[in-house]
């Protein structure tokens, strides 16, 4: 039996690649089909914003508490002498009323509860200042409240808001809206008393030419937590070899008051990281000094970005008036470094 080829076949095969180049729809190889569209992003919310969103959120809360503490049932009191019995089917229906208004009641309750919830969970979390709430309430407490509150809206809709909310679980509520409340007055009131602070910072004035190094002392000064125990400056110029050194670099030489100036300012700034989490607070023996001296350089350099020269075993031992030089002078240099980091801060 012979067969037939398939070369030979009668319909030939079809493939793209002869597809006509003039082809009306063909497009040339070097032309891009993809549309790349811009996605408009909504800028995040401001602190003060998402404040206001809370504080809406936290009265509608109040006033529907308040409603259902005033109004419990939508059914009126029985008559006074008037007595229906169990099995009376007005009873039933009476009875099926209130369970449906409790449902709708309750759900009311749900939404607007759950919506004062999440405006406060979004203002805690983008908070710019979280040290400030933790001086108020720490994290856990606040945790613990948010999560107190979710259980009792969730028991009520496990039950399927069953003869109507309790007086227990309303007063749950009521005492986080106020606690929520209170915490906004403690901060408003923190505020206020920064911004009295902030005034009497005479170094944000741009009026200290050539008085730099009274401006960066001034700055010390209004940062120091231990200000009124600072010891009033005196340049190394002016002092002579035997009287070195001055009050002033003897109290700093120990390192310990700058540590704790540097995480003061740590916490001031809008960017709180880099805190040194351990110093020396005892000096008998000098290599502490040291340590101290060493910790505060290091985290100059990590949090403040400005690199500090000084002799620390020359400082310490005390007998090198260049050491003492130096180290003024990265004193003042680091000032300068930090103080214009906090007025950035500030301005904007």
Known sequence: MIVESPTQ?????YSGEEEDEDHPHMLPPTVS?????????????????LKDELQKALTAAVKVLEDAKVNPSSQPPSPSGSHISDGDPLSSASSDDNRGWYELQGMHILDIMTL????????????????????????????????????????????????????????????????VYEMLKQEEAMEE?????????????????????????????????????????RSV????????????????????????????????SKRPFGAIDKWHTEFGKPYRMAENLRYWIKAAELRWEVIL???????VNGTDRAAWKGFEEAIWKWCARVREEITGELKV
Do not use: C
Not at 245 to 261: A, E, I, Q, S
């Open 193 to 233: 008393a920064e911004r009295k602070r902030r005034a009497s910072w005479t170094w944000l004035d741009d009026s200290w030419q050539g008085k730099n190094v009274e401006r960066e002392y001034a700055f010390i000064k209004s940062m120091d937590p231990e200000a009124d125990t600072l010891p009033e400056f």
């Open 309 to 315: 020269h000084v002799d620390v075993m020359g400082v």
């Open 237 to 268: 110029d002016e002092v002579a070899d035997e009287r070195l050194p001055t009050p002033f670099l003897n109290d700093l030489k120990t390192g310990l008051r700058l540590v704790k100036l540097h995480n003061a300012l740590v916490r001031e």
């Open 9 to 13: 076949e009668e319909f030939e095969y």
């Open 116 to 179: 004062a919830i999440r405006a406060a969970k979004m203002y805690y979390t983008a908070h710019d200042q979280p040290a400030r709430l933790a001086a108020i309430k720490s994290e856990r407490r606040i945790r613990a409240e948010l999560l107190t509150v979710m259980d009792v809206l969730k028991k009520m809709a496990t039950r399927t808001f069953m003869g109507g909310m309790k007086t227990d679980e309303r007063e749950t509520m009521e005492n986080w809206v106020a606690s």
């Open 33 to 49: 089909t993809y549309n790349h569209r811009e996605k408009p992003i909504p800028r995040p919310p401001s602190l003060e914003e």
